[in-house]
């Protein structure tokens, strides 16, 4: 097995030195390798006691800020307690040997912007942000005080998230589209590719003329389109790249 992975590294280490531009595509595999808890499987998935539709929707909001809170909060104060992981600093490494490196995330706990990548994209926005649903100015989520928490200007805030149902936030996927589209390599690390528009991405990679990587230990939707597939986790795999670059 380690003789495969530092072969495949050494591939895709080759076609980051040869590119002028790449990009990653990151999901929730990636954080799990920090401790963070994925949405859809293990025994600490996220939706393992609640339906989507009762936390994770504006209704729901609306209906019960506090429990909402509730939940969110919790997920803050994970994400508070720890730490990138080697897939999260390896890709920030690869942003200071290739010209233009861009991460797309899924990921809503900041680990990226902390390993210093210093090009993120959030596509679903950022757990340790609130936003105010009345004159949408956005402050750090507070780990403790009172539920639901309130603005400056005396209105509730909300967790800066996307939720379902919702749009992603103004122009952020344009930029997804436009980092992945001129990406001469696309690292595909962690992520299921069923949840859209995100799991779209890899396609108008592989459309532009992209080397597609994937980087999961389980098979995906997206596997068919990559060029390589790599069955290990980020954390394992993208520092043997960074090694050869």
């Not at 076609?15 to 595509?25: G, I």
């Not at 108008?204 to 389109?225: C, M, Q, R, Y």
Request: net charge neutral; charged share 20%.
């Amino acid at each position: 097995m380690t003789s495969q992975l530092n072969s495949l590294a050494d591939v895709v280490a080759a076609k980051l030195r040869a590119a002028r531009r790449a990009a990653a595509l990151t999901g929730a595999g990636v954080s799990a390798e920090s401790g963070l808890a994925t949405f859809r499987s293990g025994p600490r998935a996220l939706w393992r006691d609640h339906r989507p539709e009762d936390l994770a929707t504006p209704q729901a909001f609306a209906r019960d800020p506090r429990l909402v809170w509730e939940w969110y909060r919790e997920r803050l104060q994970r994400a508070a307690g720890v730490e990138p992981n080697p897939g999260h600093y390896a890709l920030a490494a690869m942003a200071q040997r290739v010209a233009r490196f861009t991460v797309v995330t899924q990921n809503v706990d900041g680990l990226h912007e902390r390993a210093g990548s210093p090009d993120v994209i959030e596509l679903h926005g950022n757990v340790r942000r609130a936003r105010c649903v009345r004159c949408d100015a956005r402050v750090p989520a507070p780990l403790e005080g009172a539920l639901p928490p309130t603005c400056a200007c005396g209105a509730m805030l909300r967790p800066d998230i996307v939720w379902f149902g919702e749009a992603l936030p103004e122009g952020v996927f344009e930029k997804a589209y436009e980092a992945v589209a001129s990406a001469d390599v696309l690292i595909v690390a962690g992520t299921s590719a069923v949840v859209h528009p995100a799991a779209g991405l890899a396609e108008v990679a592989k459309s532009a003329g992209g080397f597609i990587v994937e980087v999961n230990p389980e098979e995906t939707p997206a596997t068919g389109l990559c060029d390589v597939c790599v069955r290990a986790p980020s954390g394992t795999f993208l520092p043997l790249v960074v090694e050869r670059i």
